[in-house]
């Protein structure tokens, strides 16, 4: 069955450096997604992205998050000065279709530890 | 604010028995309602998705829909205890994009 793939599956980075956390959607997909949660949270969503452009982003994607498609297969979540509070699970999501029946996959997720 | 309310758990059925579990949401617009499985540690496995209101069974799940009531359940029918895990709600509140909201889970062990 086609999976969402995510490296690396944990990265520990200290607070104010710069990470890049990467996807690979299956290939067919169109529509991408970044979700997060917290240790104990609510799985929170971040940002959609679709062709080639962010569709939506929620109030916690501020300046700091950014999101990039640079080669046609890999979809990237940036964030830029660590801080301790961005200490969680990242999920990638995909879809094929946008639609009211189309759940999305998502992928095994990076688990970010900022210290 | 847009919100999917999950009771935490656990809860705790011997198995074989039926697993109910709840999910309410406050935004009426809601179009879509979808039930995730998340296994300790682990990213959220979609188990079915619904739309209409009534009953829609896969195997031995059934998802249940009431907008009316904004209320949609999961049933989990001869209960395993590999069915052991947290089951989230997520509700597409229609803002264009699919963007799921999600309820916090419901805690569910299935005990031998």
């Known amino acids: 069955e086609p999976e969402v793939t995510q490296t690396p599956s944990h990265q520990v980075t200290q607070m104010g450096q710069e990470v890049i956390l990467r996807c690979v959607p299956i290939?067919?997909?169109?529509?991408f997604y970044w979700y997060r949660q917290i240790l104990g949270q609510k799985v929170e969503f971040l940002v959609s992205?679709?062709?080639?452009?962010?569709?939506?982003k929620s109030e916690i994607f501020d300046d700091q998050f950014s999101v990039e498609r640079p080669d046609g297969s890999n979809f990237t979540l940036k964030i830029r000065s660590t801080k301790l509070e961005d200490s969680a699970m990242y999920f990638c999501?995909?879809?094929?279709?946008?639609?009211?029946?189309?759940?999305?996959?998502f992928g095994s997720g990076t688990r970010l530890t900022v210290v | 604010q847009k919100e999917v309310e999950q009771n935490s758990g656990p809860l705790s059925v011997p198995e074989g028995a039926i697993a109910s579990l709840n999910c309410t949401y406050s935004?009426?617009?809601?179009?879509?309602f979808f039930w995730y499985r998340q296994y300790s540690g682990k990213s959220p496995e979609l188990i079915m998705s619904?739309?209409?209101?009534g009953d829609k069974e896969d195997g031995r799940f059934t998802a249940q829909l009431n907008k009316a009531s904004q209320y949609v359940s999961l049933l989990i029918r001869d209960s395993q205890p590999s069915d052991s895990a947290t089951y989230l709600c997520a509700v597409n509140i229609n803002s264009g994009t699919y963007k799921y909201i999600f309820g916090t889970g419901t805690r569910l062990k299935v005990l031998a």
């Open positions: 935004d009426r617009g809601s179009q879509s």
């Open positions: 999501a995909s879809s094929e279709v946008q639609g009211l029946n189309y759940g999305y996959t």
């Open positions: 619904i739309y209409s209101n």
């Open positions: 290939s067919n997909h169109l529509y």
């Open positions: 992205f679709y062709n080639n452009e962010i569709s939506e």
